[in-house]
């Protein structure tokens, strides 16, 4: 995997969609110290202050993957987020539906995925990925509240070493992908998944709703029970809340 070590760059996906412009063929990892411009889901705004968080885009080539499979591969990534968590001792992190890291309800990390297609098959993938390292400040205007790796454990850390230490996470688990692990994938995002089975709150076509959450499909929509039957919701039309004290 190359690497595209970074000082300050608007925005890592940004800057991985010109690196293959340019004829980049090859993964890569675009990673920076801060972002003018990060971006988030829904076309929010990533705070990306210096010092403070994992800011970084993979590049991921495919040889043999299909449109169909692109929330399989979302799953994965978000799968291989948890692993990293989960090897710096962080307890109790699950995947809120569809692309956020919570620990004990709070949002510490969020992915931004962009695919390329041609015909039903896709070419390559830009991942981005925005984890919160030493930032110890919250913001009440954000849908949900936040955390850090500092924040739970009291210690600092160096966005550097922190991503080198994700990407061997990320080229790990990209192997099931490659390999057609997809019901491996599958059941490993569901193990991890925020309310998964349990009742929550869904904000769906601006009215709030308690339903049953019964998992999360291969197309990216989320099997909800409520009103009497079971529906199909898509993202962002339907939206979890999380509930926190």
Request: charge should be negative.
């Amino acid at each position: 995997m190359r690497l595209f070590p970074l000082i300050l760059v608007d925005s890592t996906n940004t800057y991985a969609h010109q690196l293959i412009s340019e004829g980049l063929s090859e993964d890569a990892l675009v990673y920076c110290n801060a972002q003018t411009e990060g971006r988030g889901q829904r076309g929010n705004a990533w705070v990306s202050q210096a010092g403070e968080g994992v800011y970084c885009s993979f590049v991921v080539f495919h040889k043999n993957a299909f449109v169909r499979d692109q929330f399989l591969f979302n799953m994965l990534i978000a799968v291989a987020v948890r692993s990293y968590l989960d090897s710096k001792g962080i307890q109790n992190v699950k995947i809120k539906w569809p692309n956020d890291l919570l620990v004990n309800q709070k949002k510490i990390a969020g992915l931004l995925i962009e695919n390329s297609l041609k015909g039903d098959r896709i070419s390559v993938s830009i991942v981005g990925i925005g984890l919160n390292l030493n930032q110890l400040w919250q913001d009440d205007n954000f849908e949900t509240p936040s955390s850090s790796l500092k924040m739970i454990t009291g210690e600092d850390y160096h966005y550097e070493t922190e991503v080198l230490n994700l990407s061997e996470h990320i080229k790990k688990h990209l192997d099931y992908f490659k390999a057609g692990h997809y019901e491996l994938i599958s059941k490993m995002y569901h193990q991890h998944l925020y309310q998964n089975r349990e009742q929550a709150e869904f904000l769906i076509d601006e009215k709030i709703v308690t339903a049953q959450l019964e998992g999360v499909n291969s197309d990216g929509s989320a099997s909800v029970f409520y009103d009497g039957e079971s529906r199909k919701v898509y993202h962002p039309q339907a939206r979890m809340i999380v509930k926190h004290s």
